[in-house]
Each structure stands twice: as C-alpha cells, then as structure tokens.
C-alpha cells in the first residue's frame, strides 16, 4: 500500500495561486496514475486532474482546464497540482489518490488515498 502526504493548503484571495503537494511512500511510485480530487461541504468528492506514471498522459476536469496544472517528480515520489487564478468556488479539501487508468479515467485503489488539504479561497 501507498501512504500519500498533502501539503501546502491554506487560505488565499481569489485570483491568487497556490500549489499542492503529494508525498507517496513507495519507490514504486511511479508505477502508479495520481490524481486529485476535491470535495467541497455538502457535496460530492469530484475528479480535479490526474496524470500517468510517466508524466506523457494527463486528464483535467473541465473546471481545472486552463487554470490548474498537474505534474509529477518521480524522483522524489511526489505529485502537484498548481492552481491559477483561484476562485471561491475552488474552496475545498483537496485529496491525493493514486490508481490506474480505467476507460481513460483515473480509479484509485481502494485506501490509495492521502488524508486531504483544506483549500479556501476568499473572495
């Protein structure tokens, strides 16, 4: 099993940036797609960007599309997600998922999960 880390949260004002970061444990890292959703209160966990093991292959939400981008640091078993021109709306935890391409979505393996960084974005 992975253990994944987030860090780099926090509050923000609306326009403004912030990057997200992913620790996983495993040297096998790379061996797996990452990804990361969202889940705002009272509503559901949502899909937000995921890319492949080796970096060639990346999927984004339409709401990230243009304004968040996710890479990937084999090197350093670690995963981001920058976030451009934040908006309140993005206001969220922020999960870190690690899994495999299934029907060219992400599906993360059942406890492949990080414990999730809060994301507020003022306005």
């Known amino acids: 099993q992975v253990q994944l880390v987030e860090s780099g949260g926090g509050l923000v004002q609306a326009g403004g940036s912030m990057r997200l970061s992913c620790a996983a444990s495993?040297?096998?890292?790379?061996?797996?797609?990452m990804g990361w959703f969202r889940q705002a209160p009272g509503k559901e966990r949502e899909f937000v960007a995921a890319i492949s093991g080796t970096g060639d292959r990346i999927n984004y939400a339409n709401s990230a599309k243009g304004r968040f981008t996710i890479s990937r640091d084999n090197a350093k078993n670690t995963v981001y997600l920058q976030m451009n021109s934040l908006k309140p709306e993005d206001t969220a935890v922020y999960y870190c998922?690690?899994?495999?391409?299934?029907?060219?979505?992400?599906?993360?393996?059942?406890?492949?999960w990080g414990q999730g960084t809060q994301v507020t974005v003022s306005s």
């Open positions: 998922a690690a899994g495999l391409w299934v029907n060219g979505l992400l599906r993360p393996l059942e406890g492949y």
């Open positions: 495993r040297r096998t890292f790379s061996m797996y797609v």
